[in-house]
C-alpha cells in the first residue's frame, strides 16, 4: 500500500502545519511532489511555508486560517477546499494542544479546549473526508498520538487520555478500512523540540530533565518516518528505538507499579 499518486486537483490537508512537526510533515509530502493544504491559526506563519514549499518543490500550496475547536471552521474548511476544485486524499491530523498540572487545580476552559483539539477534530475531519477516500479507492490519514497514548499520564492526565484516544481511534479505523484502498496511521512520537512542551507550561530546564537525551528526536526524523510508515500504510509509527521500549513497556507494565513513578517525577506534580 502506498500513499495516493499526486496530481494537480489533489491535495494534503496538514493540520497544526505552522510549525514543529506538523511543518515538517508538510515539506516532506511536498518534497514528494504533493500539493498540500496547510492549515492553523498562524496566518503568517502558513503562508510563508505555502510560500517557501511552492516555491522550492513547484507543488500547489495554499495556507487557511482557522480554529479547529470551532466545528463551523472545520466545516468551512471542507467548503473551502473543495470551493478550489481540490480533492482531499491525504489528511494529517496534527494539530494539539496539553495542559500541565493536577486536574484539581485545571482550567475548565483550557481542558475543553484541549479536547476539542486533540479528540473532537481529528474524529470531525477523519468523519467528514474518509467517505469520498472510500468512494475513491484510494487515500491515507495520519493522526498524531504520542507515547503517552500508551500509558495514563498523571501531571497531563487530559493529554494522556486524548492521545490513547487517537491511538485507539486509528486503529480501530485501520482494521474497519482494510481492504478498502484507504489506510489509517498513528504516529505516536516520544520528546521532540517544537515548542509545544513551552505552550503546554513546561520550562526549557524542566523539558530537558524530564526524559534523557537520547530518547530527543528531531523533528525532521518524525516527520520523514510518518510519511514513510504512511507509504509502506502502516498503522502505528513510533519514531526512536529508545520511544518504541518505552511505549512498550508503558503499555505492559502493571499500572500499580508504574503511575506512583510517573507521579512522583512528572514536573506539573512537583508543587
Known amino acids: 500500500m502506498s500513499l495516493p499518486a499526486p496530481a494537480s486537483d489533489r491535495t494534503c490537508l496538514v493540520t497544526g502545519a505552522s510549525s514543529g512537526i506538523g511543518a515538517e510533515i508538510a ?6 511532489g504533493h500539493g498540500v493544504t496547510l492549515a492553523a491559526r498562524r496566518a503568517e506563519r502558513l503562508q510563508a511555508l505555502a510560500e517557501e514549499l511552492s ?8 495556507a487557511v ?18 470551493g478550489r476544485g481540490l480533492t482531499v486524499d491525504v489528511v494529517v491530523n496534527n494539530a494539539g494542544l496539553s495542559t500541565l498540572g493536577r486536574v484539581s487545580a485545571a482550567d475548565r476552559d483550557a481542558e475543553l ?22 468512494e475513491r479507492r484510494r487515500g491515507a490519514i495520519l493522526n498524531v498520538a504520542s507515547t503517552a497514548a500508551f500509558q495514563p499520564l498523571p501531571g497531563q492526565a487530559g493529554y494522556g487520555a486524548t492521545k490513547a484516544f487517537v491511538l485507539s481511534y486509528s486503529q480501530a479505523l485501520a482494521a474497519e478500512l482494510a481492504g478498502s484502498g484507504v ?7 516520544g520528546p521532540v523540540k517544537t515548542g509545544f512542551g513551552q505552550a503546554a507550561g513546561f520550562t526549557e530546564e524542566q523539558e530537558d530533565s524530564a526524559l534523557p537525551s537520547f530518547m ?3 523533528a525532521a526524523k518524525v516527520a520523514a518516518e510518518a510519511v514513510e510508515g ?7 509509527v513510533i519514531p526512536g528505538r529508545a520511544n518504541a521500549v518505552l511505549a512498550s ?23
Not at 27 to 32: N, P, T
Open 183 to 189: 489506510t489509517v496511521t498513528a504516529l505516536c512520537p
Open 249 to 271: 513497556f508503558g503499555r505492559h507494565a502493571p499500572r500499580r507499579l508504574v503511575l506512583p513513578i510517573v507521579a512522583r517525577s512528572h514536573p506539573g506534580l512537583k508543587n
Open 27 to 32: 515539506r516532506v509530502l511536498a518534497s514528494r
Open 65 to 82: 486560517t482557522l480554529d479547529l475547536t470551532d466545528p463551523s471552521a472545520r466545516a468551512g474548511l471542507r467548503a473551502e477546499i473543495e
Open 216 to 218: 530527543w528526536v528531531p
Open 113 to 134: 479546549t484541549m479536547v476539542r483539539t486533540n479528540v473532537e477534530a481529528v474524529v470531525d475531519l477523519c468523519t467528514s473526508f474518509l467517505p469520498g477516500m472510500v
Open 230 to 236: 504512511m507509504d509502506q500504510g502502516r498503522t502505528v
Open 55 to 62: 516555491g522550492r518543490h513547484r507543488i500547489r500550496a495554499e
